[in-house]
């Protein structure tokens, strides 16, 4: 009988550290790469090997001022503030240098074109400006400013996506203005603009959710004149991965610097606690990724979309680090982001790492008319290391990374 007890606790022995082993690996996945370095700053190498200059993000032949290459300058200047190693800003400010000149010009931007996704690179300009002084860059990002003023809007105040889309807010669009303003406002003292910057939340969630399905529309058109535009309720007919993942930013972003006494930053938490249980809900629960198209998984032709899954992980791991959620939705944020790196990265010949499975640029109206069927958004291009998948990976490793230090302390 004792040699019985001996081999029982022997063997509870044996499967509790199997136990731990396993729970170790599944940690391993989640922060640490197999060259050691953490992803974020192997992703942020691999993208500055792939693009020499900043300029060059989003495969441009040309430098040219837009969101894209501001996602990625923010990404690149969360990377700095962690490893504090000079190559990242040295990237940065030569990125801003090609674009702006010593009077403070933003080349290749137009104020009057009223394009919301070119105000979306002022948040690291307002970083550059606090890290070096520099009077041109509070010239640039204070005409950025200036845009949103007299940026058109709706009836009831939001802003239109673009000029050359009349009357139509877009999901996208929240996260071009929404969290520039929001810093604006609290690095430059100007405390009125949140008022508007939670304004916009706020009408997007009126006029996009769809209470049935739980989830947010990709654009809305108040006069219902586009061809997408359902004739009651103006919506474009279907719900696209990365618009959505684009508000999850938005919401957490901004929520940086909406002040904790403003009377409405509730509504701001309601939104959030909304997406995120939008987001659990259409996880794909076996690889834990998100569909181009959310709510049709089954359909011919739907794939597990790179951006989307970025993005709605790095919100889920930002919002529950914040408290702005319950933190039921880590367990969620884990499986996006193992997710991410069992399915959709892949270690290069070079060393380099590349995100795959990334739907190229998607919209609504203009010319060829895009209608936002759901063929429309499976047909759009596909490609690796789009930067609105790359950017938000970095965001999202930099927090499972912060996650798993703060774990490996306690």
Excluded at 116 to 129: A, M
Excluded at 137 to 165: C, N, V
Excluded at 273 to 300: C, F, H, S
Aim: a positive charge.
């Amino acid at each position: 009988m004792k040699n019985l007890n001996l081999i029982a606790l022997a063997f509870i022995l044996m499967i509790a550290g199997a136990c731990r082993t396993s729970q170790s690996t599944t940690r391993a996945t989640t922060s640490a790469s197999p060259t050691g370095k953490p992803y974020s700053v192997w992703m942020a190498d691999s993208e500055m090997k792939r693009s020499p200059q900043g300029w060059m993000i989003d495969f441009r032949p040309v430098p040219k001022w837009d969101y894209t290459q501001g996602l990625f300058a923010s990404a690149l200047d969360r990377v700095y503030k962690k490893t504090n190693d000079p190559k990242y800003l040295t990237y940065i400010k030569a990125f801003a240098d090609t674009m702006i000149t010593e009077q403070g010009v933003i080349k290749t931007y137009k104020k009057s074109d009223y394009n919301i996704d070119r105000v979306n690179p002022g948040k690291f300009l307002i970083e550059l400006h606090q890290k070096t002084g520099q009077q041109k860059y509070k010239i640039a990002l204070d005409e950025l400013r200036d845009q949103m003023r007299t940026h058109p809007r709706t009836s009831e105040g939001g802003f239109w996506h673009k000029k050359i889309y009349p009357h139509q807010m877009w999901l996208d669009g929240l996260y071009m203005a929404a969290p520039f303003l929001a810093q604006y406002g609290v690095t430059y003292n100007e405390p009125s603009i949140h008022d508007d910057v939670i304004k916009q939340f706020v009408l997007v969630d009126k006029y996009t959710w769809d209470a049935k399905k739980g989830l947010f529309y990709h654009g809305w058109d108040e006069k219902r004149e586009q061809k997408w535009a359902d004739p009651k309720t103006g919506l474009s007919p279907n719900v696209w991965g990365r618009a959505m993942g684009w508000l999850s930013m938005a919401l957490v972003d901004a929520l940086d610097y909406i002040p904790q006494n403003h009377p409405q930053r509730g509504e701001m938490l309601r939104i959030t606690n909304k997406m995120a249980q939008a987001i659990a809900q259409y996880q794909e629960p076996k690889t834990g990724l998100w569909y181009q198209v959310v709510d049709q998984g089954n359909r011919e032709g739907n794939y597990l979309e790179g951006s989307a899954s970025s993005m709605f992980t790095y919100f889920l791991l930002k919002a529950t680090k914040k408290g702005y959620i319950d933190q039921k939705y880590r367990t969620n944020a884990r499986k996006g982001y193992n997710g991410l790196l069992q399915n959709l990265i892949k270690e290069n010949p070079d060393g380099t790492i590349s995100i795959t499975s990334v739907c190229a640029v998607a919209g609504l109206g203009g010319t060829p008319y895009r209608d936002g069927s759901y063929e429309y958004y499976i047909n759009e291009e596909k490609r690796d290391n789009d930067p609105k998948a790359v950017s938000p990976f970095i965001m999202a490793s930099l927090e499972i990374e912060e996650l798993d230090k703060a774990a490996a302390k306690k």
